[in-house]
């Protein structure tokens, strides 16, 4: 059975850095990508960053240059890096995992850790 835990969250001034791991256990193979969402009090969960398989990284505008989403693959383990925290950051961080599969992809969540940041 595939888990996912997060860790790092916590309180934080707004320009202040956190770094957020994501431990992966159970095994999987093939062709995957790890992900960071968040979610705001009263908002909906949003895509922050993903991670595939392959290397390549991708980051929602907001948080392009300012958040770094890294993989080692050998602890089975995804960072999200963020400097500059701003307090519109603060949100519950989730961690998932999606493990392309035919014909139905097989999908992961954590359970969260929150960031607060505060003005």
């Known amino acids: 059975q595939v888990q996912l835990v997060e860790s790092g969250g916590g309180l934080v001034q707004t320009g202040g850095s956190l770094r957020l791991s994501c431990a992966v256990s159970?095994?999987?193979?093939?062709?995957?990508?790890m992900a960071w969402y968040r979610q705001a009090p009263g908002e909906e969960r949003e895509l922050v960053a993903t991670?595939?398989?392959?290397?390549?990284?991708n980051y929602q505008d907001s948080v392009k240059g300012r958040f770094t989403i890294s993989r080692d693959f050998v602890k089975n383990t995804v960072y999200l890096q963020m400097n500059s925290l701003k307090p519109e950051d603060t949100a519950v961080y989730y961690c998932?995992?999606?493990?392309?599969?035919?014909?139905?992809?097989?999908?992961?969540w954590g359970k969260g850790t929150l960031v607060t940041v505060s003005s």
């Open positions: 991670h595939t398989s392959r290397g390549i990284a």
């Open positions: 159970g095994s999987f193979f093939g062709d995957n990508t």
């Open positions: 998932k995992l999606v493990v392309y599969r035919s014909p139905r992809d097989m999908e992961y």
